[in-house]
């Protein structure tokens, strides 16, 4: 998968809960959602009394921007992922049409919920690696998905390092998923984030999750304060 810039595309709470295996009680913590784009999962989860935050560079923009940048990109992706079959897992979507229309559902349940969530501050512009509205351990979780490492060629290392000390710093737990990078290679990163957080005091793990969809790319990253 090539791709010039960060994409706008969403995935759901459903998902969520599987790239980064939420249980009832990660749900009812105060979840921050950082490059939530245009994904469901603030909607969905605001919809069954939770508490959630997304934060996104994505989110100066009206809902009918982020609608034309969402089809501007598709067709282009989904084209990409049908020509490389065996870098895929059809096991959550069941094809390429499927995962099509799933991103469209996800959309769509987004673009409902928007202009209440920003109106509510449940849409906040801002952006790794400085989240400069946000106060010290406002969260029990940050989550990072398809974000962090998938884009391992456009963001560098400092970036990376930068970005998690930074989720750290407002939330006691951080959750990453996938840790692989468009390519459907392991980031480079992982390594020297790891050994970075380890060697002041954090706690991590990398956990298989049930979701995958890149092939192989079917573990999240988990980080506690010490
Ligand atoms: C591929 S989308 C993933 C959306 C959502 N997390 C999901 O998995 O469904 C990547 C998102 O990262 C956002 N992004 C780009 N640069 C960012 C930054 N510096 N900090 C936080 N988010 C960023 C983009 O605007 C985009 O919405």
């Not at 392991?186 to 298989?208: C, D, M, N, T, W």
Request: hydrophobic share 40%.
């Amino acid at each position: 998968m090539k791709l010039e810039q960060v994409v706008p595309f969403g995935r759901s709470l459903s998902e969520y809960r599987e790239m980064f295996s939420l249980s009832v009680g990660d749900c009812s913590r105060n979840i921050l959602g950082v490059g939530d784009g245009p994904a469901s999962f603030n909607a969905e989860m605001t919809k069954l009394g939770h508490r959630v935050i997304s934060v996104d560079p994505l989110y100066s923009f009206t809902g009918q921007a982020i609608k034309q940048k969402f089809y501007e990109v598709v067709d282009d992706i989904i084209e990409q992922v049908r020509r490389t079959p065996s870098d895929w897992v059809w096991t959550y979507h069941q094809s390429p049409d499927d995962l099509r229309a799933n991103r469209l559902t996800a959309l769509h349940a987004f673009l409902a919920d928007y202009d209440a969530g920003k109106n509510q501050k449940r849409y906040v512009v801002g952006e790794l690696p400085h989240l400069s509205e946000v106060h010290d351990a406002t969260y029990g979780l940050a989550l990072c998905s398809h974000f962090l490492f998938l884009y391992s060629d456009q963001f560098g290392l400092e970036f990376h390092k930068a970005a998690l000390y930074e989720m750290l710093r407002v939330a006691s737990e951080v959750r990453v998923f996938p840790l692989l990078t468009l390519k459907g290679a392991r980031s480079p990163y992982i390594a020297p984030v790891v050994h970075s957080l380890e060697k002041q005091g954090f706690q991590l793990s990398i956990q298989r999750v049930e979701y995958e969809l890149q092939r192989g790319g079917n573990e999240m990253l988990v980080v506690k304060r010490g």
